[in-house]
């Protein structure tokens, strides 16, 4: 049940200024996971980095920004406006009784301000600063460690080549709690020990299991795992975590190495020395060779979310287990004499393999998250794969090219699997529009064969 609006306390959250697409679902995402609703009293600014939201508490706001890594800190809001004078005005209207814990002449404090698209000179903000004296501290100023920070935060708008005199909007606020953006670079990939072609950026693969609301004791599944970097932000959340692939030299670590200047991987080379590397070995249940177009598991709902990166046919080969009668066949071989026959795996039945295995095994309210390539000139909304049992969440664009993109889809389940669910989409007049995934490796080469053309021909000029 929601809360009456007045229960509700403001905060102003600011942003980092990347992946703009995702911080919205990863907001809402997160605020659901810790039993809130994500409200705002005006409409967010979605390139912004400052937001408005109303939530109930400040513990749901402490535990949001325990997870995020779009946003960068949380305020309790004191005010706000669009001049000097409207945000004075607006604290002088905040409540005194909710400001006074904070002002006591036993506490320490600092005021600290932050621009966005514009540098002030310390005097300048010695100015803005002084110009608070109204508001009633009786603590000590402690520039080192204050018990309470506050925050002016002023917005000068999104155009580097344009930059007002004044602001557009200006903030004050209680500072609660930062995010958690030291994650991408004490995750990141150039120090990991085991990766590949295709290897999740740490940002990215935070924002997923965000997607997937990964909570601790969750089990999660990555059917198409690859070096298991998906795997890693899950378990850093303190979920159990599993994967299988096609590829038995990726999962048992063997063969080239992805590593410039290393021809082959070493012997420590795998998915568990990579959860060792971060202590998180603890979480890791195990990664299976097996086919996803050919489930292994038992049936029953087993998986609390399913956060995946299938591979488009760009960098990883579309492929699975085949006969020898089949006409495209090509026979692999491991340096543990390991061989297997496949063949290859359509775009448009990984997506339906993938959605019907997910609709089957995850548990009521579970989320499956994976990544779709799209040919841009030919994107419609219709093209998404749907499921009768799954509910499309969030779908956020990343650019890959002037072309070609691939877009975040989140879905929740929210209807108990049956049997008749099991080929729905056979049945569903929009499935033609989804067979155009399976010539997206062509469209996406003929791009970059026409852009080196046309390079070639600049060059020449």
């Not at 406006?81 to 004075?88: F, K, N, T, V």
């Amino acid at each position: 049940m929601a809360l009456p609006a007045a229960a509700l306390r403001r905060y102003l959250l600011l942003l980092a200024q990347e992946h703009l697409e995702f911080r919205l679902p990863e907001i809402k995402s997160l605020l659901s996971l810790y039993g809130g609703q994500f409200s705002s009293e005006q409409e967010i600014r979605v390139n912004s980095p400052f937001w408005i939201l109303s939530i109930p508490s400040e513990e749901m706001a402490r535990g949001l920004m325990k997870r995020t890594v779009c946003a960068k800190s949380i305020f309790e809001l004191w005010g706000h406006g669009r001049s000097a004078g409207e945000l004075y005005a607006s604290l002088k209207n905040y409540p005194v009784d909710k400001m006074l814990p904070y002002l006591q002449s036993d506490s320490t404090y600092k005021i600290h301000i932050h621009t966005f698209n514009k540098t002030l000179t310390q005097a300048q903000k010695i100015k803005k600063i002084d110009a608070l004296e109204f508001l009633p501290f009786k603590g000590k100023v402690n520039l080192k460690k204050p018990e309470h920070v506050f925050w002016i935060l002023e917005d000068y708008g999104m155009d580097p080549n344009n930059v007002p005199e004044e602001p557009f909007h200006l903030y004050f606020g209680r500072w609660i709690a930062d995010g958690q953006r030291e994650l991408i670079e004490s995750y990141s990939v150039k120090k990991r020990h085991f990766i590949g072609n295709t290897s999740m950026d740490a940002c990215l693969s935070f924002i997923m299991a965000n997607h997937g609301r990964v909570k601790p004791n969750d089990v999660v599944y990555d059917p198409f795992v690859g070096t298991g970097g998906l795997l890693i932000s899950s378990a850093h959340f303190g979920a159990y975590v599993c994967g299988t692939d096609i590829d038995y030299n990726t999962i048992h670590g063997l063969g080239k190495a992805t590593r410039k200047n290393q021809k082959w991987r070493g012997p420590d080379e795998n998915i568990r020395a990579n959860l060792r590397q971060y202590g998180l070995e603890k979480y890791y249940l195990d990664a299976l060779v097996s086919d996803s177009s050919r489930p292994i598991w038992r049936k029953g709902m087993l998986f609390d979310a399913i956060i995946t990166d299938p591979p488009y046919g760009i960098r990883e080969a579309t492929r699975r287990t085949g006969s020898q009668k089949e006409t495209v066949k090509t026979a692999e071989r491991s340096t543990e004499n390991h061989i297997f026959v496949s063949s290859s795996y359509h775009l448009s039945d990984i997506f339906f393999d993938l959605l019907k295995f997910a609709a089957e095994y995850l548990v009521m309210g579970g989320r499956l998250v994976y990544w779709l390539p799209i040919y841009r000139p030919e994107y419609t909304e219709e093209i998404i794969p749907r499921h009768p049992c799954l509910k499309l969440i969030s779908n956020s664009e990343q650019m890959l090219s002037s072309h070609t993109s691939r877009r975040l889809i989140t879905m929740e389940k929210v209807k108990e699997f049956k049997d008749q669910d099991r080929n729905s989409y056979l049945l569903d007049g929009q499935y033609m529009p989804y067979r155009g995934h399976n010539s997206f490796r062509e469209k996406y080469f003929s791009g970059v064969t026409k852009r080196i053309a046309k390079e070639e021909k600049d060059n020449q000029k």
